[in-house]
């Protein structure tokens, strides 16, 4: 018998997370065996306060007894009352489909937050309020106080208006940056929590805080300043447990001591500037002198929620080493980090007291080799550092972060620069997605999607990361969120970001563009409603719940989204959407898509969308309204929009290809439209036409119809305009335009042309789904039920694909050679998946070297062979259980 062992426990979003609010949170796990075949039937879960009693096999919170139930993801905690400030461990055993046992997990443990604000019972504490002018320098903030007896456990719990960094007895705490990172602050505000156990003491102890602009007050695109006020604040509590059962809570308060320091300015956009000679050594120490010092002002309390964060912190992701170095004129020197990339730079330096270093922040190089600077607008992307003078200092920006691959450091003679890295920083998600194949370009470009994402998934997925812009374009997330889930755990990520766009949503029901939302714009009708973009705030909980079973996310915002389809229907009562305005498909190349069809496809796509959901949360009555009303959309599109011979108006490639992704057409004339598309493709010399929009369903669309080989012929072109065209030119993200450069040409449009921009990476969908197979199956969510469906192609000789699902890894690699196909495949367990093998007739499909017979049957219901499902269209198709499988056959002359 093979061992089962239940690992990789998630509470909600994340591992092991501190301060949470849900008070009901699901819990998960992964199942590891080699086991073929393998399929969960039960599920014993405890949780406890005690870990003793843990391990003793008593859950004194919840013991659910013996759970008959394949369900292992998003299982809903069924205990007793769950209380703020309180920490549960808990474990799961599981029994497979013969009745034998799993040993217990590891433990794992979660902690809850302040659930009532009757919890808090701190102060807002900051700088008094006044209108600010010109640079803002960071506060410093302290607090003395005495632990007389020995600790059980200390938490810190966190929130500002305004950007923290916490500190305990010199120590930094936790390893956050930007938190509590950006919301709409006139609706809510998160809160971080941290285990401070270790870092306190018996005896003296001190708690610093330095608090910056951040969101809250510093530029955002390019409105300005202080957008959602000019008084900085924050509020701290540390709440302490004694061994002997005891509790104290230190808490800020007009008590504390507050001063300025080395921070002269820090800004996002703007950089900034340290002057090392005026850092107050020990200040977050125990015996500090702060006579000097001036009490913060107190403020009242805060109307709007205090919630929990629940996506991954923005952390430091990883290092990069430079990988080289020139002189561009005396006393300047320009570093190649040899990948665009967002962070800032770590510089280690000695020099003489007063001395000054500015480095400024660059994507790419001009034609001279200084750096290209036009593209940034307004944002300065510059840091400044004095140098105090003793010795060798370090130096790296604590509240600012910019988009870069080259840094220009410029320095006087007396400064020596010993060293330059580059500081990654992104939201800390798990990676999920490897692809790898026969050809170093697609190689390339899949990199770059994923560098792209990891740049701008900076609390909300931001349009780019260097320009005085970086703002939650909903248009761009909602197009990238299936290759962003592809990518990385982004679960938590677009719960936070689908929270932001509800707080953002109009009374009149419409969605916005952005989120969150800049109010006070002296138009409030500017950048809402726009097809594409609003769209979001129902596409992206339908993704959500594709990817992750996520039902939670549907069932908070279904009025939301309900909200949003009302006002549609309101303003479009012909069903034909003319309301919207601006973007279309944006960044297409001479071919816009008529504004009418695109807007009017969205209105049929979200109302498809909303009827899925409606029923995959019970609600069959708004499920059959939603899909009545797809249907008379679909109607009003073809009478309005499609010829008989199957030409759509407008007659671009995203046009075609959002109608026949968006199951628009009618069948005979999808095969009509789809030609006009294939031909469009071909007379252009295989070339894109699309913006940003088209791209996303470009390549599967030419997949499901039958011009899968012109799918490749795209991906693989490497002359303007195409992915690979960048590739060729050196890029090591995606471009925000086809045309940002070209040979010809040299820059475009500096006023809007980011080298870092994901969007059109938004073909990793296709690279995962298409090339390399892998896929949920439409009709169940969560790869609970997995599709291997690669679409194979000469032009490479081999893929290798691997996703990390909410079950374990999927994998499929595939090759050909000699006119034959070998797929390898891996099945996690508690899944099944239907295998689809390229067929041609007479030829037999051989599993581990052993031809699988016609009609292969396992209805024992082990799983543990292998069952024929016929053929489906040019593929024969297999349903197997979890496992390892290695299948071989011959393919037809069409391969």
């Known amino acids: 018998m093979h061992s089962i062992i239940p690992t990789n426990l998630k509470t909600e979003y994340l591992y092991n997370p ?32 005690d870990i003793r009693q843990l391990l003793d096999e008593t859950g004194n919170v919840w013991d659910s007894g013996k759970v008959e139930s394949e369900q292992s993801v998003f299982v809903p905690y069924g205990g007793a009352p769950l209380r703020s400030n309180e920490r549960y461990y808990w474990k799961v055993r599981v029994w497979d489909t013969e009745g034998n046992p799993s040993v217990w997990s590891e433990t794992a443990e979660w902690s809850m937050g302040l659930l009532s604000r009757d919890d808090w019972k701190a102060e807002w504490i900051g700088e008094p309020f006044k209108p600010v002018e010109g640079n803002r320098e960071a506060g410093f903030f302290r607090k003395s106080f005495a ?46 929590t941290y285990d401070v156990t270790s870092l306190l003491r018996e005896g003296p102890n001190a708690v610093g805080t330095i608090l910056g602009e951040g969101w809250y007050s510093g530029h955002i695109a390019w ?63 125990a015996g500090f002198d702060d006579s000097a010092w001036r009490s913060p002002h107190a403020f009242g309390g805060f109307k709007g929620w205090i919630q929990a964060q629940i996506s991954p912190p923005i952390r430091v992701m990883e290092v990069m080493e430079q990988i080289a170095e020139q002189k561009l004129a005396p006393g300047t020197r320009l570093v190649d980090i040899g990948q665009n990339m967002v962070g800032w730079a770590r510089i ?27 593209n940034l607008r307004t944002a300065k992307q510059t840091d400044t550092y004095i140098l105090k003078g003793e010795g060798e200092e370090i130096y790296e920006p604590r509240f600012t972060f910019h988009g870069f691959r080259y840094v220009e450091i410029t320095a006087s003679a007396d400064v020596n620069v010993l060293q330059v890295t580059g500081r990654v920083i992104h939201n800390a998600m798990k990676p999920t997605g490897r692809l790898v194949t026969s050809d170093a370009g697609v190689n390339r470009l899949f990199s770059n999607i994923q560098w792209t994402q990891r740049a701008n998934f900076i609390s909300v997925p931001t349009d780019c990361p260097q320009r005085d812009e970086r703002m939650g374009w909903t248009g761009d997330a909602q197009i990238f969120s299936r290759t962003a889930t592809y990518n990385m755990d982004a679960a938590g990520f677009f719960a936070k970001y689908m929270t932001d766009i509800a707080d953002a949503q109009r009374k009149t029901g419409a969605f916005t563009d ?16 726009s097809a594409g973009w609003a769209d979001a705030g129902v596409i992206i909980p339908w993704t959500m719940y594709g990817v992750y079973e996520d039902r939670r996310i549907i069932e908070e915002h279904y009025d939301a989204m309900a909200a949003w389809m009302a006002y549609l229907v309101q303003m479009n009562p012909s069903l034909l959407r003319t309301d919207t305005q601006y973007y279309g498909d944006w960044l297409s190349l001479n071919a816009n898509t008529p504004m009418d069809v695109f807007a009017t496809a969205y209105f049929a796509y979200c109302a498809k969308l909303m009827a899925e959901m409606s029923e995959a949360v019970g609600r069959a009555e708004q499920a059959a309204s939603y899909a009545a009303l797809f249907d008379r959309i679909r109607s009003r599109f073809n009478e309005a929009f499609v010829t008989e011979d199957g030409r759509i108006a407008g007659e671009t490639q995203t046009g075609y290809a959002m109608a026949l992704f968006m199951d628009l057409l009618p069948q005979d004339t999808r095969r009509k439209a789809a030609s006009h598309l294939a031909a469009d493709i071909e007379q252009r010399g295989w070339h894109i036409t699309t913006g940003i929009h088209g791209i996303k369903y470009l390549l599967p669309v030419l997949c499901e119809v039958g011009y899968e080989d ?40 500096p006023g809007m042309n980011s080298f870092n921009h994901y969007a059109l990476g938004a073909v990793g969908e296709w690279m995962f789904r298409y090339m390399g197979g892998i896929d949920r199956r439409s009709d169940t969510p969560g790869y609970k039920h997995i599709q291997i469906r690669p679409f194979m192609n000469d032009k490479l000789a081999f893929v290798d694909c691997r996703y990390e699902s909410s079950y374990g890894t999927i994998r499929n690699r595939w090759s050909i050679e000699g006119g034959a196909a070998d797929i390898q495949v891996t099945i996690p367990p508690n899944t099944k998946a239907d295998i689809h093998i390229p067929h041609a007739d007479g030829e037999p499909v051989y599993e581990s070297g052993r031809p699988i017979p016609d009609g292969a049957n396992d209805r024992a219901g082990t799983g543990a062979s292998i069952i024929d499902l016929g053929i489906v269209g040019d593929r024969r198709v297999f349903q197997v259980g979890s496992g390892d499988y290695h299948f071989r056959t011959r393919l037809g002359a069409s391969k």
Not at 19 to 31: E, N, Q, V
Not at 158 to 165: D, L, P, S
Not at 251 to 265: R, T
């Open 223 to 285: 409105y300005g300043k202080n957008l959602y006020g000019e008084a900085l604040r924050f509020m701290l509590q540390l709440y302490v447990r004694y061994e002997d059962g005891t509790e104290e809570t230190i808490v800020s308060d007009a008590s504390w001591k507050e001063s300025k320091g080395p921070i002269l300015f820090s800004d996002f956009l703007m950089g900034e500037s340290y002057d090392a000679r005026l850092e107050h050594r020990g200040w977050n120490e």
């Open 18 to 49: 501190l301060g949470i609010d849900s008070t009901r949170p699901r819990l998960s796990w992964m199942i590891e065996t080699k086991a073929r075949g393998f399929l969960q039937s039960a599920y014993r879960i405890l949780v406890s306060t």
């Open 348 to 374: 280690r330096l000695m020099g003489d007291r007063g001395s000054a270093v500015t480095l400024r922040y660059a994507e790419v190089l001009n034609p001279d080799g200084s750096i290209y600077t036009d």
């Open 514 to 529: 952005t989120a969150p939302f800049l109010k006070g714009f002296s138009d409030w009708s500017t950048f809402v409603a």
């Open 147 to 192: 632990i007389g007896k020995p600790i059980r456990e200390a938490t810190i719990y966190a929130t500002a208006f305004g950007a923290i960094e916490i500190s305990l007895n010199g120590s930094r705490v936790g390893e956050d940056y930007f938190a509590p990172e950006w919301t709409d602050y006139h609706t809510r505000v998160h809160y971080r």
């Open 710 to 749: 012109a799918a490749y012929r795209l991906l693989l072109q490497d002359t303007y305009p195409s992915w690979l065209y960048s590739v060729r030119n050196g890029a090591t993200t995606i471009w925000e335009r086809w045309d940002g450069w070209t040979e010809e040409k040299g820059f475009q449009n």
